[in-house]
């Protein structure tokens, strides 16, 4: 937070307002009182809202397909009025299209007769792609990092189970928005260029079309944020494609920070499909992180930016002088090295997995 005010960055609004440039504490599920931990199903699914007569949740049940008709085989949930298919941004798709409600052609490529020939199915995939900087902190300093010592994480737990206190107990991300700073108005409008807004087909609905129109007005206007920093107070292994669970695994040696850049505006966009007309299936999932040159650079340049936190008082001091990078053995200074880094450190941020 000091940081950011000592770069002419201080905190002047309250960013769950819809609009302000600088950092904040992050929002998180622990109450700030008793200090708990909370979830969604405590807040909304607790025992009141169970008891409900007209309430029914079943567990474990595997959705096949929508049945649009009368005729059907199996077991079969119905509905006398409204369904609505919340199963998330990558089974919704999946659901539909082995109902027979998509694009013709895939269906067809697994068997599936079309009943509703839709071509956005599936379509027009957008998610926010976080690119980890980590920063080895100076000696003397803690980090999450120490939680790789069993005797460490046992002290942390016994201090939440108790009264709440430790670090279990608190939020510990620090978030900032920012516009890209340093793009000067001769970059701005190179990127501008870039931004072609599609012209509507089969392939490319008016939503799409209507999006792009907003982002070029957004990424126009210099005091509107185009990225979210945040400060993580452990390690994030960003290079980790080959084992996703070892991104949050604290297994590089030594004592570490991250500090995480994350797109406002992703302007790529990606698909998702089915495999297989076997509904046990995991469908193909084409995040598209970063292919759209725009966003690729406004990433690469704000991970640049993010450095200069890094290298400026108070941060400098509690970072280890001349300490090791995770993301690379000198600061970002060039353009298209940051861009290479961007798209080799590049993380789906809903998935918490690497894009490949």
């Known amino acids: 937070m000091e940081t950011f005010k000592g770069l002419g960055y201080p905190q002047v609004e309250d960013p769950i307002n819809g609009a302000g440039i600088g950092p904040f504490v992050t929002p998180g599920s622990v109450d700030p009182v008793t200090h708990t931990r909370s979830h969604s199903g405590v807040a909304y699914l607790g025992q009141g809202i169970q008891a409900r007569s007209n309430l029914r949740v079943v567990t474990g049940a595997l959705v096949e397909r929508l049945v649009l008709d009368q005729r059907s085989e199996g077991v079969v949930a119905t509905a006398q009025k409204d369904v609505i298919l919340a199963a998330g941004t990558t089974q919704t798709p999946q659901i539909l299209e082995l109902s027979g409600i998509g694009r013709s052609s895939v269906l067809q490529a697994h068997g599936i007769t079309p009943i509703i020939d839709h071509a956005g199915v599936g379509e027009n995939l957008q998610d926010h792609g976080i690119v980890p900087l980590g920063y080895e902190v100076a000696d003397g300093f ?3 990092d120490m939680a790789r010592d069993p005797e460490v994480a046992a002290a942390a737990m016994a201090a939440y189970q108790k009264d709440g206190s430790g670090p279990l107990g608190m939020v510990p991300l620090i978030s900032a928005f920012m516009p890209c700073v340093d793009l000067g108005q001769p970059a701005l409008e190179e990127i501008l260029q870039k931004i072609e807004v599609p012209i509507e087909t089969p392939d490319t609905s008016i939503t799409h079309t209507k999006q792009f129109e907003v982002l070029r007005g957004l990424i126009q206007d210099p005091e509107e944020p185009t990225a979210q920093y945040m400060l993580a107070p452990f390690q994030i292994l960003g290079r980790a494609a080959d084992d996703p669970k070892s991104i949050f695994s604290l297994s590089h040696p030594g004592i570490f920070i991250s500090m995480v850049t994350v797109l406002s ?41 993010l450095e200069k936190i890094a290298e400026a008082e108070p941060m400098a001091s509690l970072l280890k002088k001349g300490g090791e990078r995770l993301h690379a053995t000198e600061p970002l200074t060039d353009l298209e090295k940051a861009k290479e880094i961007c798209k080799e450190l590049v993380l789906c941020i809903t ?3 690497p894009v490949l």
């Open 142 to 144: 803690p980090s999450g």
């Open 265 to 305: 505006y992703p302007l790529s966009r990606g698909y998702v499909h089915l495999q297989s007309a076997n509904s046990q299936d995991a469908p193909v999932i084409d995040h598209g992180m970063l292919r759209h040159p725009v966003g690729l650079e406004l990433h690469a340049r704000h991970s640049m930016w």
């Open 351 to 353: 998935s918490v997995g």
